[in-house]
């Protein structure tokens, strides 16, 4: 009887173990998955009153009170390359392209198609690549290439997906400090844009007029004046671990990121630069150049303008480039020659 009995309590211990480690492996899995952050989150509508949840000062509408008080956040880089020679006469567009170091190709094929600063005569085109650092022997690449072109802005940080944030705001420095550009388009390097929608996008008020939508009802005369411009969304943060993604609840604590323009293309104005730029210097660093810049913005009273016409995949017919600002999944420098070509004869570059 007691040998059925010990043999009773050791399955019963088997079974209270398989039990305790499939619970413990659910609760992990739940974990891995986001659902204890999710139900951890804080609401947006309500919560959302930034800077808390850890980021330093409100910031006013104007940008000298910066002067008597301490910056919280830096980008005090030294420029590798600085062509600040490039803006003397100030432009009426700079392109600011952010570019991997290793891309070369496609440096060379924007200069050859809608980087081309001479494409059109009555207006001051200016075209910027933005790079980090890189490897020595890659380094003496871009050395060549900076002297040949006189395009590169490059700054004494590690150039990675994760300092995209970092590059943003070089570029905005630079930007502030030698090229006095009545618009900026910053844009990555495997954008297809072109010049002559964005050139009518900035002359017509952001084209209100024309059929684009406005996140917001805003008076054209101010939209003009801190124009903030691309394809606006609202997503959520993503909570699972294995996501490329993935978000703490120590970075950031709601359920909802701001309204933001998508990084790869949008449009801003010299005083809304000027302005993201001051706000960015009290305002706590994040990895994500989209939301960070989406942060600044809500600080600093800036508001969105959602445009239809980024496009976040190659467009589907040769009609509907005859709108289109700036479209991404050009990688290939052959295959944007070849488009830009395409839509130059048409008329629509």
């Known amino acids: 009887m007691s040998i059925l009995c010990r043999q009773h309590s050791i399955m019963n211990s088997k079974r209270f173990a398989i039990k305790f480690l499939l619970l413990v492996i659910f609760v992990l899995v739940l974990d891995y998955v986001g659902l204890f952050k999710i139900l951890c989150e804080l609401e947006y509508e309500l919560l959302f009153n930034y800077p808390s949840g850890g980021f330093e000062k409100t910031i006013g509408n104007d940008t000298i009170q910066f002067r008597n008080e301490n910056p919280t956040n830096f980008y005090n880089y030294s420029f590798t390359h600085n062509p600040k020679q490039t803006c003397n006469i100030s432009p009426f567009i700079t392109f600011l392209i952010k570019s991997a170091p290793g891309n070369i190709k496609q440096r060379k094929a924007i200069r050859r198609t809608w980087g081309f600063e001479e494409r059109f005569s009555d207006v001051i085109v200016r075209r910027i690549f933005l790079i980090g650092l890189t490897t020595n022997s890659l380094q003496a690449e871009i050395n060549v290439e900076a002297k040949n072109y006189n395009d590169i802005v490059q700054a004494d940080f590690i150039d990675a997906y994760f300092n995209n944030t970092i590059k943003t705001m070089m570029g905005m420095r630079w930007a502030k400090e030698h090229c006095h550009s009545q618009y900026y388009m910053f844009v990555d390097d495997d954008y297809y844009v072109s010049l002559k929608n964005v050139l009518q996008f900035c002359r017509n008020n952001a084209n209100i007029n ?31 671990k294995f996501s490329k993604w993935y978000i703490s609840l120590e970075e950031y604590p709601f359920n909802k990121w701001p309204p933001y323009v998508t990084a790869g293309a949008f449009i801003l104005s010299q005083n809304t630069l ?4 001051d706000t960015s210097l009290y305002t706590k660093h994040f990895r994500f150049d989209d939301i960070y810049l989406a942060i600044v913005a809500l600080k600093s009273g800036i508001k969105l303008t959602h445009c239809q016409e980024f ?17 991404h999944e050009f990688s290939d420098p052959s295959e944007l020659e070849e488009v830009w070509n395409k839509m130059r004869s048409a008329g629509y570059a």
């Open 311 to 327: 496009y976040f995949h190659k467009p589907t017919s040769a009609e509907k480039y005859r709108n289109l600002i700036a479209s």
């Open 210 to 240: 024309k059929g684009y939508a406005s996140i917001n009802t805003i008076d054209q005369n101010e939209l003009v004046e801190y124009l903030y411009a691309g394809y606006v969304i609202q997503s959520k943060p993503q909570r699972q």
């Open 274 to 277: 000027k302005k993201l730029y």
